[in-house]
């Protein structure tokens, strides 16, 4: 089993920034790739970016191209989510997720794992 914790959660102005982290404990070592996703309010759980174990590689949803940078430190079994020029849009309580696969989905049915999730308020 793989546990799962998200910190870095708060309440932020727009156009401000947060980093979200994501550390992987119990059998961490068998981690693949890592995403996360977000549930804004009365909407469905959607994707918002993962990152590949070996290589490593990124993928975005389009909504934070540019904004949004994702990153591992697989010394740490620890996933980062930094989020740069936050919109009232952005406003949800974010998940880490991981799969024991190297490779990244978008799909939310292909991670195995799952955090408890961490609430990220873009108001001000």
């Known amino acids: 089993q793989v546990q799962l914790v998200e910190t870095g959660g708060g309440l932020v102005q727009p156009g401000g920034s947060l980093r979200l982290s994501c550390a992987a404990s119990g059998r961490a070592s068998t981690v693949g790739a890592m995403g996360w996703f977000r549930q804004a309010p009365g909407k469905e759980r959607e994707f918002v970016a993962a990152i590949s174990r070996n290589p490593v590689s990124t993928y975005y949803v389009d909504s934070v191209k540019g904004r949004f940078t994702i990153s591992r430190d697989n010394a740490l079994n620890t996933v980062y989510l930094q989020m740069s020029s936050l919109t009232p849009e952005d406003t949800a309580v974010y998940f880490c997720?991981?799969?024991?696969?190297?490779?990244?989905?978008?799909?939310?049915?292909?991670?195995?794992?799952w955090g408890q999730g961490t609430q990220v308020t873009v108001s001000s």
């Open positions: 997720a991981a799969r024991l696969s190297s490779l990244w989905s978008s799909t939310e049915f292909a991670y195995d794992y």
